[in-house]
């Protein structure tokens, strides 16, 4: 049973940088597919970016192209999620998921970003 957990949120001043990992144990994630998502408090969860099993492709959500950055790590069983230039928008639970096909979907416990001055 694959299980994640997210780390690396934080209190951070506007501008700043976070580094997020989603660490797995079980099984390293080099078949899943990767998302990390986030949500507000009353606000449906939203897919940020995604790095896929099968070519290591990635994307972003318009909001935080440019400044945010899904990678893998050497050891197989983290991926994490570079976020700079944070801004009082980002503050959020951020999530990460793992996929390997719709009937296969690991979600980690969160981990709080909160960017203020």
């Known amino acids: 049973q694959l299980q994640l957990v997210e780390s690396g949120g934080g209190l951070v001043q506007p501008g700043g940088s976070l580094r997020l990992s989603c660490s797995a144990s079980?099984?390293?994630?080099?078949?899943?597919?990767i998302g990390w998502f986030r949500q507000a408090p009353g606000k449906e969860r939203e897919g940020i970016s995604c790095?896929?099993?099968?070519?290591?492709?990635?994307t972003y959500a318009d909001s935080v192209k440019g400044r945010f950055t899904i990678s893998r790590g050497d050891a197989k069983n983290t991926v994490y999620l570079q976020m700079n230039n944070l801004q009082p928008e980002d503050s959020d639970v951020y999530y990460c998921?793992?996929?390997?096909?719709?009937?296969?979907?690991?979600w980690g416990q969160g981990t709080q970003v909160t960017v203020s001055s």
């Open positions: 998921k793992a996929e390997a096909g719709a009937a296969t979907t690991y």
């Open positions: 079980g099984s390293t994630l080099d078949y899943y597919t």
């Open positions: 790095i896929t099993s099968a070519d290591g492709g990635t």
